[in-house]
């Protein structure tokens, strides 16, 4: 029987397998008049012997079209991936990111001549600032995952600069996103972590036990990977600050709570914004991300450099910040998501910012109140812009949270998040996003109610629809197939 994969692959051939040599996709310049060019190619680093697809100009369309087919993305439906907010993204930002002014930018181009860019980018960070309740920002780190890296560097440093150099630990829930615990090893720091209250919040006397004169921070994502608000934040910031401890806001959740609530008025002294994710740029795309962080007024200095500071019309990079803790990405990281997000953030507006929010929360509320009866969700506290609940109860007919996703692709839809987080048995992690309509929220839930009724056999023979059917995962876990070459050939 041929391997799932294979099949794929056959479906549609790489362009190495498809060319024909001869083949061209566009017209050349005579080789007489383009001969200067080799003069161009350094001595020794020209080769003849390049393997390369010869193709058509139909044949490569027709590859491209053919693949998008097969994929599935936040323009083809709801993609109610869980913790990852997934929502469509309005093409007007990438239409704006891709001017050819800003595309052909260098970065490093003189100041004087990219004074527009850096005029977006202090925006930016104003209202990244402003949206968070927090003094400074920082847009430098690449991905949430490096903004909480960042900013446990600046909660390290913070404690050093003021000779309190024992605090080395970092206490995190168990309802907390796997790079938490992982930027914490990473900054040098221990991880402590504390077990959720039964309602799915964070347990206060819990956090009490575990604060100490070791404790550099502690590090909650609100609402949690559970979509629960956390009702005990004022007496955790107390019991935090009084402990000597700085709060850490992962901000992955902020599509929950734009213009509604801010974490700076919590209490929180560092946080980090995904704008892959909130700020008009897909999540989980493989390309670029930005994880901007912004402090609390006695951390600003702390920052990394350079920030960028406006002196009348002058917009300027700034590298003189006394306990900077120096660099953390190359140039001034990834300014193409940067551009979308202060497109977004201008076109909607602070009440459109809200609105946003609040229909998140609303559609995410929606699909819980539709299948809780069939799917119960764990923890009884109200939920925000994602839920989880739980297909446990398929175990007893040969189903698992697997097979519903399984089950909803072959009914063309995107599934949730599965197995995350770890503390609910078979978790789907629900966020539909506030861009999907009501029908669209109707077909995603009439589609898990109907699985729920899905025989064992019916599980295992899913998905018959997609490109890819059923994947041996064991095989596929234990015999990684890295490269095409290594394919087994077609008999
Ligand atoms: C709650 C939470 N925190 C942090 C992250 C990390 O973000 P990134 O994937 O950009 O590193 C994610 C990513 O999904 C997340 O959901």
Not at 193 to 201: K, N
Not at 255 to 269: Q, S, T, V
Not at 462 to 483: C, Q, S
Request: with cysteine; charged share 25%.
């Amino acid at each position: 029987m041929k391997h799932t994969f294979q099949q794929a692959r056959y479906d549609e051939p790489l362009l190495i397998e498809k060319g024909k040599p001869g083949r061209v996709g566009t017209t050349l310049p005579p080789w007489d008049d383009i001969r200067d060019l080799r003069d161009l190619v350094p001595e020794g680093m020209s080769r003849e012997d390049v393997r390369l697809p010869e193709l058509s100009e139909p044949e490569i369309i027709r590859h491209y079209v053919r693949l998008s087919q097969m994929n599935y993305g936040t323009d083809s439906g709801i993609y109610p991936l869980g913790s990852c907010t997934m929502k469509y993204n309005p093409k007007i930002n990438d239409v704006i990111a891709s001017h050819p002014t800003l595309r052909r930018m260098h970065p490093l181009q003189p100041e004087d001549t990219v004074q527009g860019v850096l005029r977006m980018m202090y925006e930016l960070q104003e209202a990244l600032a402003e949206i968070g309740g927090m003094s400074a920002c920082t847009l430098q780190p690449a991905a949430g995952a490096a903004g909480e890296f960042t900013g446990l560097l600046i909660a390290k440093k913070y404690h050093e600069s003021r000779g309190d150099t024992i605090r080395d630990e970092v206490i995190i829930p168990d309802s907390a996103h796997g790079t938490n615990p992982a930027s914490a090893v990473l900054a040098g720091l221990k991880v402590i972590e504390i077990l959720s209250a039964p309602d799915g919040t964070v347990d206060v006397e819990a956090l009490k036990g575990a604060l100490s004169e070791r404790t550099a921070a502690f590090m909650i994502t609100n609402p949690s990977t559970l979509g629960i608000f956390e009702r005990n934040i004022n007496a955790i910031q107390r019991a935090c600050h009084d402990a000597g401890a700085l709060l850490y806001y992962d901000g992955a959740n902020l599509n929950a709570l734009m213009g509604k609530a801010r974490p700076g008025d919590m209490g929180f002294d560092i946080m980090h914004y995904n704008l892959h994710k909130t700020f008009s740029t897909p999540h989980g795309g493989g390309g670029p991300g930005s994880g901007p962080v912004a402090v609390a007024a006695r951390l600003a200095d702390f920052l990394p450099v350079p920030v960028i500071v406006r002196n009348g019309n002058d917009y300027i990079l700034d590298y003189d910040l006394p306990n900077t803790i120096g660099k953390v990405k190359g140039f001034y990281g990834n300014v193409g998501i940067m551009i979308r997000a202060w497109a977004f953030i201008k076109v909607l507006g602070g009440e459109g910012l809200k609105r946003a929010s609040e229909l998140a929360v609303l559609n995410a509320s929606y699909i819980r109140s539709r299948i809780e009866s069939v799917y119960p969700v764990p923890f009884s506290s109200p939920t925000k812009h994602e839920f989880v609940a739980s297909a446990d109860f398929l175990k007893e007919k040969g189903g698992s949270a697997k097979d519903v996703a399984k089950q909803l692709a072959q009914r063309g839809l995107h599934p949730p998040t599965n197995y995350f987080p770890l503390i609910v048995s078979e978790a789907l992690m629900i966020e539909p996003t506030e861009s999907e309509t009501m029908e669209e929220l109707d077909r995603f839930s009439d589609a898990l109610l109907e699985i729920a009724n899905c025989t064992a056999e019916e599980f295992a023979a899913a998905p018959k629809t997609t490109t890819v059917g059923r994947v041996d995962e064991i095989t596929a876990a234990k015999n990684l197939i890295l490269n095409w070459n290594q394919f087994p050939k077609e008999e």
